[in-house]
């Protein structure tokens, strides 16, 4: 089964600045739209930016300035740069897969998630 695997997480303080990673072992992801969720307790996922297989980007427009997403095709990885971070930015932080922004033969897979905590 195909599944994106996110790492990077941790707890930081506010200010402070973490690169999440999302791989896809077993799977390439380079013709694919790569998708950043992130879900804090007691709320609803949300979408948080994206890029496509051409490497274009998309923000939250709360985050723009602060969020940086890139993609190594040499490595099969997309990363998440937070910057600034704020107490606000604690949740879990999705990696999906899509044809949203790639091919048409790409499909949705969800990863597991990475927690983010940031203290104040």
């Excluded at 694919?32 to 307790?41: F, I, L, P, T």
């Excluded at 297989?53 to 300035?65: C, F, M, R, V």
């Excluded at 910057?83 to 044809?99: G, H, Q, V």
Aim: contains cysteine; positive net charge.
């Amino acid at each position: 089964q195909v599944q994106p695997v996110e790492s990077g997480g941790g707890s930081v303080q506010a200010g402070g600045s973490l690169r999440l990673s999302c791989t896809t072992p077993g799977f390439t992801s380079n013709n694919c739209g790569m998708h950043w969720y992130r879900q804090a307790a007691g709320s609803q996922r949300e979408w948080v930016s994206s890029i496509t297989n051409i490497g274009i980007a998309t923000y939250a427009e709360a985050l723009k300035g602060r969020f940086t997403i890139s993609r190594d095709k040499a490595k099969y990885t997309v990363y998440l740069q937070m910057d600034s971070l704020k107490p606000e930015d604690t949740a879990m932080y999705f990696c999906k897969t899509s044809n949203e922004g790639g091919m048409w033969w790409c499909q949705n897979y969800w990863g597991q998630g990475t927690q983010v905590t940031v203290s104040s």
